[in-house]
């Protein structure tokens, strides 16, 4: 099992920053990639940035060039910096792990992959 846990959401202005960060807890062996999705109100849940195992970063075009993902290794933390943020931003950020699919599907590990419990983040123009 994988526990999620993010915080650092809160109120904006477009332009401001704000920094998320999830604490990573629990038997991460199966882990492949972890990373940030969010979810506007009424809107499907959509990738936002993700690392590889192996250090690679990814990221949608829309926050291309304004947000980075990190990770501390020695803290068990992944973090999503945000800069020039925009109303369009405005959503619950989720905090993802996901497993190695073909361990998943051998039994080896428990499941696909494990989720937070959100963050939101409002952007006001």
């Known amino acids: 099992q994988v526990q999620l846990v993010e915080s650092g959401g809160g109120l904006a202005q477009a332009g401001d920053s704000l920094t998320l ?3 990573v807890s629990g038997d991460t062996t199966c882990m ?3 990373g940030w999705y ?3 109100p009424g809107k ?3 990738p936002v940035a993700a690392i590889v195992k192996g250090g ?3 990221y949608v075009n829309a926050v291309k060039g304004r947000f980075t993902i990190s990770e501390d290794n020695a803290k068990n933390t992944i973090f ?3 800069n020039s943020l925009k109303p369009e931003d405005t959503a619950v950020y989720y905090c993802n792990a ?5 361990r998943v599907a ?3 590990c428990d499941q696909p992959d494990y989720w937070g419990q959100g963050t939101q983040v409002t952007v006001s123009s």
Not at 98 to 102: I, T, V
């Open 32 to 34: 492949t990639a972890i």
């Open 106 to 108: 051998q039994g080896l």
């Open 38 to 40: 969010r979810q506007a």
């Open 21 to 23: 960060s999830c604490s």
């Open 56 to 58: 690679n970063a990814e």
């Open 44 to 46: 499907q849940r959509e």
């Open 98 to 102: 996901l497993n190695d699919a073909a």
């Open 80 to 82: 999503l910096q945000m």
